[in-house]
């Protein structure tokens, strides 16, 4: 786990070499840890850097990586230029739009301390694109771009497009683009009464601000994306695990905002976000080794260590925690909800009105779980 924090300290021009020279087995597991956290085209240039002092991984894993790292950086182009046919597609239709996440962020991994460009080499999920107009008129002019074709499921399906709380999930277009088209700007806080003032702030700023790229495309405010991705962290790291590709893109957030020196005046504790902030700050400053003058809330070492080993064990989103690593079979799914209750630790609200949602969906997927002879419908 060390090791892999010092690639990315190098990579992001925090420290010149590793602490100790990696051995084969070292470096391939390096190459997993990477993997797992959805950072591995991010961590490649500073194999450059390590090759100076000697530090450099066996041929075979070498010529792995570089491939890996050309394939994401055609992704992103490939992603980009989505995102600004999406962007032209339904402003066409009178919506305004911005992309959230992904793609926003990868713009501003254009610099490091090193200078390095980064941009293409941020590992790409899928595309978030908000909507205007609220979720009747979305519905409607998906439907008459014929993005939608029959219905629409509160659950996973192949067949048809995924409703939640906060976005429409499409099916993967012909260019295999996964797309989620949010008609509220984020997923919000487990809490309703943090998160109606949550929604309120996040509503109010993007419909305020959003800003015309080179890419072709347009994004959010600084102070949008600083709230509305520390409400996505914190989200993820409640019900499933964080990885950490979103604790960089967070870093690369706060780095922008404090060259633009732009004031961020938000009361943490009133949207709920006051325990995921302080955490987050530790691990910014002990993990990533930020500039203290970055920081938008003074770090907590409790939750920052309880943050960091749910990262480091659960991987991108927490799909290789141990617990989701076993399955979803009855004993797994009780173990895992069991493993929910340490977040009591972490947030008390969030925690308890996490686990109220979740038992409230399940109830209410009785019927379709039946349908699917299924336990569980991850």
């Known amino acids: 786990m060390d090791l892999l924090l010092e690639l990315i300290q190098v990579t992001l021009g925090r420290r010149d070499g590793l602490s100790q020279t990696p051995s084969e087995e070292d470096w391939g ?37 570089i ?22 597609l339904f402003e066409n239709e009178g919506h305004r739009t911005a992309i959230l996440k992904g793609q926003a962020n990868a713009r501003l991994y254009c610099h490091t301390d090193k200078g ?19 979720k009747d008129r979305v519905v409607q002019t998906l439907r008459k771009l014929h993005l939608i074709d029959g219905g629409m499921s509160k659950y996973r399906s192949a067949e048809k497009a995924e409703d939640s709380y906060h976005h429409i999930h499409l099916r993967k277009n012909e260019n295999g683009v996964d797309v989620e088209v949010h ?25 305020r601000e959003n800003e015309m790229v080179g890419e072709g495309f347009r994004v959010p405010s600084l ?7 520390l409400a996505h962290i914190q989200r993820h790291f409640i019900e499933e695990g964080v990885g950490m590709r979103q604790i960089i893109d967070y870093y ?32 910014m400053k002990e993990v990533l080794q930020m500039d203290e003058g970055w920081m938008i809330a003074r770090p907590d070492e409790k939750r920052g260590r309880m943050l960091l ?25 009780l173990k895992y909800r ?21 038992y409230g969906r399940f109830i209410s997927s009785i019927p379709e779980r039946i349908r699917r002879r299924s336990w569980t419908l991850r």
Request: hydrophobic share 40%.
């Open 29 to 65: 597991r390096l190459f997993q840890m990477a993997e797992e956290q959805a950072i591995t085209s991010f961590v490649f240039p500073a194999l450059e850097i390590l090759n100076k002092y000697g530090q450099k991984p066996p041929m075979e894993l070498l010529y792995e990586w």
């Open 67 to 88: 491939g890996l790292a050309e394939q994401v950086r055609a992704q992103n182009k490939l992603m980009n230029r989505e995102a600004a046919r999406l962007t032209e």
């Open 116 to 134: 390095s460009d980064l941009s293409l080499l941020r590992q790409p999920g899928d595309i978030d694109i908000w909507v205007s107009g609220g």
């Open 183 to 207: 008609f509220r700007p984020s997923s919000g806080n487990q809490d309703p009464f943090t998160n109606r003032r949550l929604q309120q702030y996040l509503n109010q700023e993007i419909e």
């Open 223 to 229: 102070r949008f994306a600083l709230v509305m991705q």
């Open 252 to 283: 690369f957030l706060l780095r922008k905002w404090s060259m633009e020196n732009e004031e961020l005046r938000v009361d943490w504790r009133s949207l709920g976000l006051h325990h995921i902030a302080g955490a987050l700050m530790w691990v």
């Open 309 to 333: 080993d749910i990262i480091m064990a659960g991987g991108n989103f927490g799909h290789f925690s141990p617990e989701i690593q076993q399955g979803f079979s009855v004993s797994g799914s």
């Open 338 to 358: 069991l493993e929910k209750y340490k977040m009591l630790r972490f947030d008390s609200r969030e925690a308890i009105w996490c686990e109220i949602n979740f």
